[in-house]
């Protein structure tokens, strides 16, 4: 017990220093998550869409219609997990899921989000003065080649680009750079980082910057020296 050390006793009190990650360490701690933690991916998206959801909530309280735009990678799946939760925070969410992956858990997760009563579109509307906000699921710390953006994302990114409703990000806004962000790009009004806030993350220059993603391991924050803010009681997300 003398050798034990709290994830308390691991993570900062002090919010002007926080660990921000390059992306090749983003992608090795999600490989240690899941190789040596024995995480399942529904689990980290799970958790992660949780999270998405209650910074939302948090951010925009009046409830009304989310837009929430994904991917076809992990940051999709996440999206679909927060729009779930959204509707159970009785928001009015709408997904819009132009590539729909068919592996696991892809399906299992659209299937759950229509079972909510959910509208799942594969465009994007011409109107976006309805919602409340647009939640950017689109691309995540993976994400390589701002200039390559392929059909149908190099039409839904400049969209949202040049959105007048709020925008919320996961993780990195999307086709920013995942360490030098992109001044040109999405200009988010709420970031939710997830794990820890990614290099990018310090050109953000919005209203709120969540934390969210409370799953990390203390032997695994030591390994990676994260440097991270302490979460309030049992909430989910905490603003850095």
């Given at each position: ?31 240690q998550l899941f190789d040596e933690y024995k995480f399942s991916i ?12 209650t910074a939302v909530e948090r951010s925009y309280p009046s409830r ?177």
């Amino acid at each position: 017990r003398s050798n034990y050390r709290s994830f308390s006793q691991l993570v900062t009190r002090n919010m002007s220093y926080v660990t921000y990650l390059g992306q090749e360490d983003a992608q090795n701690i999600d490989i240690q998550l899941f190789d040596e933690y024995k995480f399942s991916i529904d689990q980290l998206m799970e958790l992660a869409g949780l999270a998405v959801a209650t910074a939302v909530e948090r951010s925009y309280p009046s409830r009304g219609e989310v837009l929430v735009v994904c991917g076809p990678g992990n940051n999709g799946g996440d999206g679909l997990v927060a729009a779930r939760h959204l509707a159970l925070f009785n928001y009015r969410p709408t997904v819009v899921y132009p590539k729909q992956p068919s592996k696991h858990p892809f399906p299992s997760l659209l299937h759950q989000v229509k079972a909510m009563g959910v509208s799942v579109s594969p465009t994007l509307p011409s109107d976006l003065s309805p919602y409340v906000c647009i939640v950017d699921a689109v691309f995540g710390f993976s994400f390589k080649g701002a200039n390559n953006i392929r059909a149908p994302f190099d039409t839904i990114i400049p969209a949202l680009v040049n959105a007048t409703v709020p925008v919320a990000s996961v993780d990195v806004p999307s086709g920013w750079e995942v360490e030098t962000g992109s001044p040109d790009g999405i200009q988010p009004d709420i970031l939710i980082s997830l794990t820890a806030p990614k290099l990018c993350a310090k050109q953000f220059r919005g209203r709120l910057h969540w934390l969210g993603g409370r799953f990390v391991p203390p032997s695994l924050a030591e390994k990676y020296s994260l440097n991270l803010p302490e979460y309030p009681g049992s909430d989910q997300v905490v603003l850095i």
